[in-house]
Antibody, heavy 125, light 110 residues
Framework: EVQLVQSGPEMKKPGESLRISCQGS????????INWVRQMPERGLEWLGR????????NYSPSIQGHATISVDKSTSTVYLQWNSVQASDTAIYYC??????????????????WGQGALVTVSS | QSVLTQPASVSGSPGQSITISCTGS?????????VSWYQQHPGKAPKLLIY???NRPSGVSSRFSGSKSGNTASLTISGLQAEDEADYYC??????????FGTGTKVTVL
């Protein structure tokens, strides 16, 4: 069974840098993209972006493009979401979720099948 | 990038059926059959209920079903149960290779 374990809660001041992580286990890491989804306090889900560990392909939502970066360390099966300078508006719970890569037998898999437990990020002065 | 529009809340009595709509555009819901639905209980991570408009993953109750017409997708919960009380979100892949979620619907079991 796919498992995604996320890093713990973070408390930062505006302008500080931050990196949160999502480590995958019990599956072939290269065969699943990792997506990041955030949920602001008392708000809905918002897709932020994704990365394909197989080739480090990334794409981002316009809402986060240029403000945060998604990266991968295949040696530890870990995906990161990082900011150089966080803002109060980055306060949210961040989830990572798997999306199986396209394959010739089963085609596209444009959904999120397994989710991490979530990581609370609080940005406040 | 616009979000998909869902009703803020839907309610029903145990045993009844309810339907949640998810309205997008020809650039997302209407572009592909890549609509999925997620259930989220308070304090928990979302859980996949439906993928590719109408398919259920293994382990998801057959009381949950999905459909689509044009730019609007729908999730129907039949035989409503107390445990179905949760937030529900639709999601669609888009014509620019991104994803977009719906605004979310709170389901209340009366």
């Amino acid at each position: 069974e796919v498992q995604l374990v996320q890093s713990g809660p973070e408390m930062k001041k505006p302008g500080e840098s931050l990196r949160i992580s999502c480590q995958g286990s019990a599956y072939s890491f290269n065969k699943y993209l990792i997506n990041w989804v955030r949920q602001m306090p008392e708000r809905g889900l918002e897709w932020l972006g994704r990365i394909a560990p197989s080739d480090s392909y990334t794409n981002y939502s316009p809402s986060i493009q240029g403000h945060a970066t998604i990266s991968v360390d295949k040696s530890t099966s870990t995906v990161y979401l990082q900011w150089n300078s966080v803002q109060a508006s980055d306060t949210a719970i961040y989830y990572c979720a798997t999306e199986r890569e396209y394959d010739t037998l089963t085609g596209y898999h444009n959904w999120f099948d397994s989710w991490g437990q979530g990581a609370l990020v609080t940005v406040s002065s | 990038q616009s979000v998909l529009t869902q009703p803020a809340s839907v309610s029903g009595s145990p045993g009844q059926s309810i339907t949640i709509s998810c309205t997008g555009s020809s650039d997302d819901v209407g572009y592909y059959n890549y609509v999925s639905w997620y259930q989220q209980h308070p304090g928990k991570a979302p859980k996949l209920l439906i993928y590719d408009v109408s398919n259920r993953p293994s382990g998801v109750s057959s009381r949950f079903s999905g459909s689509k017409s044009g730019n609007t997708a729908s999730l129907t919960i039949s035989g409503l149960q107390a445990e179905d009380e949760a937030d529900y979100y639709c999601n669609s892949y888009t014509s620019i290779s991104t994803y977009v979620f719906g605004t979310g619907t709170k389901v209340t079991v009366l």
